[in-house]
């Protein structure tokens, strides 16, 4: 559904932060971008949306459709909600920029926050809501406008261990039922094994993709307690190594 | 929240300097033409307060007239600095120039050029009070995250809606510190321009019976005078305060 060709990014200031990559992302894959800091995997992210263009290089869409407002779904690392709304309102938000009446949507922005797990939280604003949950929020407005991709920069960075792993189970539940394409930021090897069907595994300055893996790791409860979870991160450790020397 | 303590401070620290003045006046037989006492000048309010709280009143219009009209331009030409940076390069050096004038030196200028004693007082009040409700607001519309900005972009936003739905309520709260630093500087704006006008302007705010009671070597008339604008100060300073907090509050959510 997204085949990146050979795209580089120079920035003004001259500084090379991607160079030379080509990936082709299925409908319904769930990608972990993965790199140490400064790889260019948010920048890479960014120009799937299209808030940054291409040096060189194309980024094309479903056989050449664009997409359009509400077409793709971004989560940021801070949840950037807006103070003064409640979390209906903020999920209401990309909805309400495209002209829709709030009363035509009522139901499915309850459904949505039912979605994340917050059904109780609908009327709370950002002020009283954890940092889990305003993230919550922040997927559940990414999800409002049913986008083509949902795109998502480190938005499990800022939280402590434990929200982290109960956002992640439930954002890999939430990608199986709805099969949502997804690509997801990380530098964390443990974040993108749990989570990703994909890893990209980025090396730094200028960022290139050093590999490509598909995850074998069978579904289930135990799915961080596996042998296939403890390889795969060894793998994707021993890459890293080769990929990005101190 | 502020301690019960805290909430009395000002008024025990007051009562104390208050009572020290007296004191030190009646102590060494100073005059009340050289430095009336607190009571001499209490009493001199209680003797004029026929004169002297319509005077109040006047510079009071005044005051709030110009902290709307600076509150209306500050706020538009905030807006328009943060949509062209055009804009914004043209204006923003002549806006310090503005500032930086001093009303006196205007004053009388713009006292023959507008004809209406009252609306020129309200010009100079304005002056005064305009930049800081330029500057704050400008800087809370410049300081949207990012991240929002791109969010609305991803969304199709009209520059329109990333106005009113984004910036602007973004911008509240520095708009509100602004306004609170304003609110004071239109006090000072139309005292001063009252006292450049002198007779030959509106003739009936308290800088003029000010001036009138020096001339008149009135001095507790003087100073009740005086205390009234320092109390007028306070409790704008302070109104606005709660009207900040309460406007958050509500923006917010408790």
Not at chain 2, 40 to 54: H, R, S
Not at chain 2, 80 to 107: D, E, G, N
Request: hydrophobic content about 50%; aromatic content about 8%; proline content about 6%.
């Amino acid at each position: 559904m997204l085949a990146i060709q050979s795209v580089s990014k120079r920035f003004d200031n001259g500084t090379l932060a991607l160079e030379n990559i080509s990936a082709i992302i299925e409908t319904g894959e769930f990608v972990a971008l993965l790199g140490p800091s400064g790889c260019g995997k948010s920048t890479l992210l960014r120009l799937i949306a299209g808030l940054e263009t291409a040096s060189n290089g194309s980024i094309t869409w479903n056989e050449g459709k664009q997409p359009g407002p509400g077409d793709i779904g971004f989560v940021f690392q801070d949840a950037t909600l807006l103070p003064w709304a409640t979390a209906a309102e903020n999920v209401y938000l990309p909805l309400r920029l495209r002209g829709r009446r709030k009363a035509d949507v009522a139901g499915l922005i309850d459904a949505t926050l039912s979605r994340v797990g917050l059904q109780d939280f609908i009327q709370t604003r950002p002020k009283a809501l954890s940092g889990g949950m305003k993230m919550r929020v922040s997927i559940a407005r990414a999800l409002v406008s049913d986008p083509l991709v949902l795109l998502m920069d480190e938005p499990f960075a800022a939280l402590d261990e434990f929200t982290r792993h109960r956002l992640q189970e439930d954002l890999r539940s939430l990608w199986r039922q709805s099969g949502k394409t997804i690509v997801f930021v990380t530098h964390s090897i443990y974040e993108a094994t749990y989570l990703a069907s994909r890893i990209i595994i980025m090396s730094p300055r200028p960022g290139r993709i050093a590999t490509d893996i598909r995850s074998s790791i069978p579904e289930g409860a135990n799915r961080r307690g596996s042998p296939e979870y403890t390889a795969l991160v060894n793998a994707i450790t021993n890459t890293l190594r080769q990929a990005a020397p101190e | 929240m502020k301690t019960r303590i805290e909430l009395a401070a000002p008024f025990v620290f007051g009562a104390m300097a208050l009572g020290l003045w007296q004191f030190a006046v009646w102590a060494m037989g100073v005059p009340p033409y050289v430095l009336p006492g607190p009571i001499a000048i209490a009493a001199a309010y209680a003797g004029d307060y026929a004169v002297l709280n319509p005077a109040l009143v006047s510079t009071l219009t005044v005051t709030f007239t110009a902290l709307a009209a600076a509150t209306a331009i500050g706020v538009a030409l905030a807006v328009a600095m943060a949509a062209s940076s055009l804009f914004r390069a043209a204006v923003q050096p002549w806006a310090v120039m503005l500032q930086v004038t001093p009303v006196v030196a205007i004053a009388p200028l713009i006292i023959i050029w507008v004809n209406q004693p009252f609306v020129a007082l309200v010009v100079c009040a304005a002056i005064v009070a305009f930049f800081p409700i330029l500057s704050n607001t400008a800087a809370g519309l410049a300081a949207v995250p990012s991240d929002l900005l791109d969010l609305f972009k991803l969304n199709g936003a009209t520059r329109w809606q990333t106005l009113f739905l984004l910036q602007l309520p973004s911008a509240l709260p520095s708009f509100l510190t602004g306004l609170r630093i304003s609110g004071t500087l239109a006090l000072v704006g139309a005292v001063v321009a009252e006292f450049v006008a002198g007779s030959g302007g509106f003739a009936s705010g308290l800088a003029y019976r000010i001036i009138e009671a020096s001339y008149r070597l009135e001095i507790p008339r003087m100073f009740a005078a005086l205390f009234l604008l320092g109390i007028s100060g306070i409790v704008i300073y302070a109104a606005l305060g709660l009207l900040s907090a309460a406007l958050l509050r509500r923006r917010d959510g408790a």
